[in-house]
């Protein structure tokens, strides 16, 4: 298993510690490289020979002088890292638990940050334009929102901007409908249609052209947007793979979210395969949730109910179920009690990936439910109850959620902090009319 | 311009050419070299060898189609050159067998940038360069093997032990404990 894991992260970790980009000598590079003779062909016997006597040409020893000079540049450089390194905030975990950094939200169309500690605000797009919706990178730099169009009511521009709301940018050349699920589809959970991408490089988004939901995708520097192929499936949600570079999503047939399965695809659009095929009488719902190392997935699906015999004198339903199945699909195993709640999904797992927030219908409302995957501890239920949607957020340390619930009327009430081992919670010191959003940062 | 016609350019001497076919490499392979060499600088003289080498020698590049290849194994093998004249030693790992019903989840380890950096480290250049080539640079064993003029068994029992190396290195690292509840105002 180890083996697995290590060979499977490599690649995306190596791109992170390499921290690729165009070195500082590239100019000098060429200008040495022109200052160098060719080789007349004729002239090279290894022409004759196979490559690999070129690649493996001795180096010809340099001038002692040259590793002085070195050295010094060396202690230079070391020195020069060591006042950087103090001065530097060190960066989260590339995933799992990570330091509590601030909460990014929105009110009255400007966008702040708040220290969920002393409840201090700090505006960071501010302007005439209404911007809602805020979320963070994985990484804590990067800043995802919409702004409204101010000719196009029900579309908003994608826009980015870095954590101190400076660099502020359209990655949309056009207004986008569609990004917010509840003007998707109204049968699912609304919730956010765009998200980064691990490596933040880029944006992910479901918007509907001429009516109909697509998935996009866009990099963050500005290259075009670029629509993936998902044949005749309607995407109703996605997530990022928390480490890879693919998209899981859940896709329908129907534009009601009918005959909906799971699937993966590559954010190339390459390689779109099912995990989960559909079926006419076990659809799969919109909320999933990848597991924070990217080993497991969580979904729901409906799945045939209880004849009247079986509940009590009520009328046979559907159930939907929570699975949670390993990212290649295999080993798939509903959890929950089979004589449990008929309504469970999955919102969101547990930094450490060991407990899974869910919505769950105990005593017929549709609150937030702490299960611990392994079984090794009991349900956590907070001490208030929310009768209609409501958005959590995990705090990066795991210890928190940062919960706003709903009213019968759909409107947000005071957010709350639930602590994630108990039921206790603790209204906020701060309004916001946004979804929770939470930055990872450097542990401490 | 195709890169045929780019490389057949610039045997010929065009380095305006050569430059076209090799400056969308430089960004990766100093990225390579970085992480083989594990010193910036170092890693500056690795690439500037391996591209003078290149341009000096590109009129004996027979197979215009290998040039990205051929580049990719110059610069990793002036990263080698360049560790065999520095004549480091490096820290070996001792393997040995993992608990799995013990220790820090692995998952959350390798997720700390520190602590693979310090895996990284602790494997031999040649090593390392093996990791870096083959989940890096995406080089197949076949092709890295070639590069590095060793068999292709040795290239997987080392990339094999490479792996090992790591994942005892990542091992012995602690987890991070839980934060406590933030405080707040009493509902």
Redesign the interface.
Known sequence: MYTEQLERFLPRLLDELADEQTPDYYSDLFRQTARTRQRPAWTIRERWLPMLEIARQPVVAQPPWRALGLLLLLVGLVAAGLVLAATRPKPPPLFGPAGNGLLVMSRDGDIFTVDSRTGATVSIVTGPETDRDPIWSQDGTTVLFRRASVDRPEADFLMIARANGTGVKSLTSEPMTGLTASKVSPTYAPKLNYALSPDRRSVAFISTVNGIPALFVVDTDGHPVARLDLGTTIPISFAFDPIGKDILFVGAQGFDGSYSGLYLIGMDGSKPRPLVSPTLDAQVHSRIAWSPDGSRIAYARFEPGRGVSDRGGEAARTDLRIHIMNADGTDDVPIGEEDGPWWESPTAWSPDGHRLLIESSIDETYGPVIVDIDGHGPNVVPSFRSMEDWYAAWSPDGATILLTPGDSDGNGLQQQLWDSRTSESIPVRWTAASYPSWQRIGLP | MDQRNLVERA?R?D?DA??AL??PA???L???A??ILR????A??A???G?????????????PD?FDA?LR??VV??CL?ITR?RRRRAIEVELSP?D?SAGP????L????DV??SA?RHLEPEWRAI??MH??L?MPLPEVA??L?IPLGTTKSRLHRS?GA??AS?AAEET?P??????????
Do not use: C
């Open positions: 045997k001497g380095h050569f430059e090799a400056g430089v960004s990766r100093d990225a390579a970085r992480l010193d910036p600088e170092l500056r003289d690439v500037q060898e591209f003078i080498r290149a341009w000096r020698n590109l009129p004996a590049l027979r197979d290998r051929w194994r110059l093998n002036s050159d004249r993992l799995s989840d692995i998952a959350t390798i997720a700390d940038r693979l950096d990284l990791v870096v989940y890096f995406g070639a590069s003029g792996l790591m994942r990542i991070h839980n934060a406590p509840f933030l405080e707040g105002r009493p509902a």
